[in-house]
């Protein structure tokens, strides 16, 4: 087995700096408190002179700008659980570590033997996790070995310490400070005054003794990094719904400004999708208020279009809602960043911003897609439906529309004009209503024209041509538009076809109802249509 741990020294902070699109020291100062001390600063807070183990008091009148935290180990928690659902996508065999309540240092242990070969080998998945972290937000220190205990140890030891065969996990782990291990987080004084630093004076030492001047336990974690032991673990799972809360520093008042914290909870929400092998529909993005902020009500505005949902959130808290649909199911991050960039480029907040929660669980199996040289069927279908999700983001849903056949005979009730809901899958057949060998016109007419008829032919322009008919159409009674019809393919003077049919009924004219064609007594011929 081979297995990485991913630690996230800064995760306390990071929660919050996610929202921020600058990097250090370009962010504000901010401090990670516990009650009266600080426990963490970022690196602009950190150059006022704000560092660990200040008093919370000192830090304020050093530096009165400083957003203080205090810090949560719930909101930790749920961090870690976002994560990782997002890194199941590499492995399977995931799970999480818990912050710790004196260094707040959580994150994650894969087991990734089984998953070096389909993302390249080591180097090429650990350069690829790094990266991704990065873009989520988060900084991470790298740790590899045989056994879950080393790679977490490493993990927090060094960055990017690795070790395959159990030789160098030996040679690794003689030089690892034994303030690393967990059962001497509350003994390290007593263990360092008789001269052990490193864990080969550690594992010198009588077995027998430790266990009675430390415990058992010790014993136990010694063992478990060595690979003496076997190691029980509890397995991850993703979530059915996904679901992500990203708390922004500082109020955004426009709703464009969303999108860089928004971008990052995407990226999360492809990861997801990855474990699952499923693809998204639809997610909505709560942008919540707090109408006690600065001491001001601020009632709810009316609900337009393009304004997004106003509505509350169980606790009775203010939120816009937004939500995002796509043509056709996708998993891919900047597909949905552009929709959701074309739909807040259209809302207007309510209020300022505090809180962005982005929930999904409109999703479907995802097709399996190969990379070809020349453009495909499934390719041009992603092409359209990103077209229609972007018009329909600017625009609104309702104002997208498109034309479908309907297996009716009547050529005026054989199309139908609805809203884009979703495009058929590339692969899915499509069927034409049928009309026999019969060739139909390229250009329909709004309503029929009635036609002269002089020496008992039809006459529009001219003396028409009857080249081939009748085609007999009768149909509607059951919508009380009946009509009786036999249609000609016709000839003008100009070699032009046209398609022309004859009413039915007695004396040869047909009374049709009162949405069909405008009516002459004089004749029974009408004009419906041309061929290109």
Known sequence: MLWLGLCLPHLSLEIYHRSYACEEPGLPPLAICNRTR???????????GVHAGQKRATALALVPALIIRERDPAREWQALQQLGSWALQFTPRLSLQEPDRVSAHGGLLLDIEASLSLFGGLDKLLGRIRSELQALGYRV?????PTATAAWLFARWQDGLIARTEAQLTARLADLPVGLLASLQARRDTIEAIGVRVFRDLAQLPRNGLARRFGKTLLLEMDLALGRQPELRSWFDAPLQFTSTLELLADVEHAEALLFAAHRQLRELAGWLAARHAAVRSFALEARHDRTRR??????PPRTEDSGANDTTAEGQPLTLIEVRFASPTHDPDRMLTVLRERLAVISLRSAVHTLHLRCDDIVPADAHSRQLFPAAASTQENLGRLVERLQARLGRDQVQRVLLAADHRPEAAYRIETVEALPSAGSPFQEPSTGQVPRPLWLLPQPVALRERNQRPWWRGPLKLLSGPERIEGGWWDCNLVQRDYFIAEDDQ???LW????RGNNGIQAESTNGPSRDLNTSWYLQGMFG
């Open 495 to 497: 070699a032009q076809w």
């Open 295 to 300: 001491g001001i009500h601020l009632p709810a």
């Open 500 to 503: 022309i049919y004859r009413t």
């Open 141 to 145: 220190d790298i740790g590899c070995a």
């Open 38 to 48: 600080v426990e963490q600063a970022n690196a602009s807070a950190q150059v006022l």
